[in-house]
């Protein structure tokens, strides 16, 4: 069974930065694609950021981070990052870790979730 815990979210100042971590048990993490998403209130969930399998040499970004936002992976942790800096108001979200045995497109391309974790941006 393929697990995702998600950490490091919080309450942050606009202009402040977070990272959130995603540890995967229970699979092969790096032949996982693995990617971050953000649901807002009242809002659908929207692709942050993706990562590609193995190395990770291929990364995505949607525009309203670019920029802001680094994702990496450590497959010797099981781990994939999520560095967050200057961030903004519209960032305020909970944040999906999640798992793709391809390469990701929407969610539809997820096999794997986390349960979520807030981030919280004040202004």
């Known amino acids: 069974q393929v697990q995702l815990v998600e950490s490091g979210g919080g309450l942050v100042q606009t202009g402040g930065s977070l990272r959130l971590s995603c540890e995967v048990s229970?699979?092969?993490?790096?032949?996982?694609?693995m990617a971050w998403f953000r649901q807002a209130p009242g809002r659908l969930r929207e692709l942050v950021a993706d990562?590609?399998?193995?190395?990770?040499?291929?990364?995505y970004y949607a525009d309203s981070v670019k920029g802001r936002f680094t994702i990496s992976r450590d497959n010797a942790k099981n781990t994939v990052y999520l560095q967050m800096n200057t961030l903004k108001p519209e960032d305020t979200a909970v944040y999906y870790c999640?798992?793709?045995?391809?390469?990701?497109?929407?969610?539809?391309?997820?096999?794997?979730w986390g349960q979520g974790t807030q981030v919280t941006v004040s202004s």
């Open positions: 229970g699979g092969t993490f790096s032949t996982y694609a």
């Open positions: 999640a798992a793709s045995h391809k390469i990701i497109g929407t969610s539809s391309d997820i096999a794997y």
């Open positions: 990562i590609t399998s193995w190395s990770g040499v291929m990364t």
